[in-house]
């Protein structure tokens, strides 16, 4: 139980396009679901935080209207990065809760090369 | 804001010998722990985790952490290692009941056959 998946797994882009990455809860209902970007050898920073029906919650630093979050139902939530920049390369995982439960679950990430 | 330290960033060591891995954090409230291991490719996982009752959690794949509150730490220990837990290990915590997980900068961990 408790799957997290995210689709794609990989994609390459050329800058100045948008690329929307899916989120989805496979046997759970996600009430909330986590955006984080990880750089190499670094550790993973929380972007965004979404409650389904709802608007994200962004970090400090984190640009809104970049990084635009959608949690339309409870087994979906999708990040789009917007004009994407070869800065913007990076792995993208998002992880998710059921409820008001502590534990989160993680999807397999999504790495995004923009050239 | 709160932080969490991982003291050793790579750990190399031979099969069967002992792993000790550091986590301190900084908060001073009531906070939620976890240990997280991501293998070579794979995705994040669950090790265990610590809400409440006995410091002393054990999780899966032989995996046992501590709490100490005084010293606001919850190391990862394994008594003895095999070749496959080479990964990397992250340690995260979060206030309880809130929302926010902050990760270490987590330690990659080399087992050698």
């Known amino acids: 139980g408790a799957v997290v998946s995210q689709h794609p797994s990989r994609v390459i882009c050329k800058s100045g396009t948008s690329v929307k990455i899916e989120c989805r809860s496979l046997d759970f209902q996600a009430t909330t679901m986590f955006w984080y970007r990880q750089f190499p050898k670094q550790s993973l920073m929380l972007m965004a935080t979404?409650?389904?029906?709802?608007?994200?919650?962004?970090e400090q630093g984190v640009e809104k209207d970049k990084f635009l979050i959608n949690h339309a139902s409870l087994t979906l939530s999708t990040l789009t990065v917007t004009s994407a920049h070869p800065e913007d390369s990076s792995f993208y995982i998002c992880?998710?809760?059921?409820?008001?439960?502590?534990?989160?679950?993680f999807g397999p990430g999504t790495r995004l090369l923009v050239l | 804001a709160q932080s969490v330290s991982q003291h050793n960033h790579h750990v190399i060591l031979s099969e069967a010998a002992s792993l000790e891995l550091g986590c301190n954090y900084s908060y001073g409230g009531t906070v939620n722990l976890f240990w997280y291991v991501q293998y070579p490719g794979q995705h994040l996982q669950l090790l265990l985790k610590?809400?409440?009752?006995?410091?002393l959690v054990k999780g899966i794949k032989g995996f046992e952490a501590e709490f100490i509150k005084s010293k606001f730490s919850f190391n990862l220990r394994k008594p003895s290692v095999q070749w496959s837990d080479t990964a990397e290990y992250f340690c995260?915590?979060?206030?309880?009941?809130?929302?926010?997980?902050?990760f270490g900068g987590g330690t990659r961990v080399l087992v050698k056959p």
């Open positions: 995260a915590v979060n206030k309880a009941a809130g929302n926010k997980l902050t």
């Open positions: 979404s409650n389904e029906g709802s608007k994200a919650t962004y």
């Open positions: 992880s998710a809760r059921e409820g008001y439960a502590e534990t989160q679950y």
């Open positions: 610590y809400f409440s009752g006995d410091p």
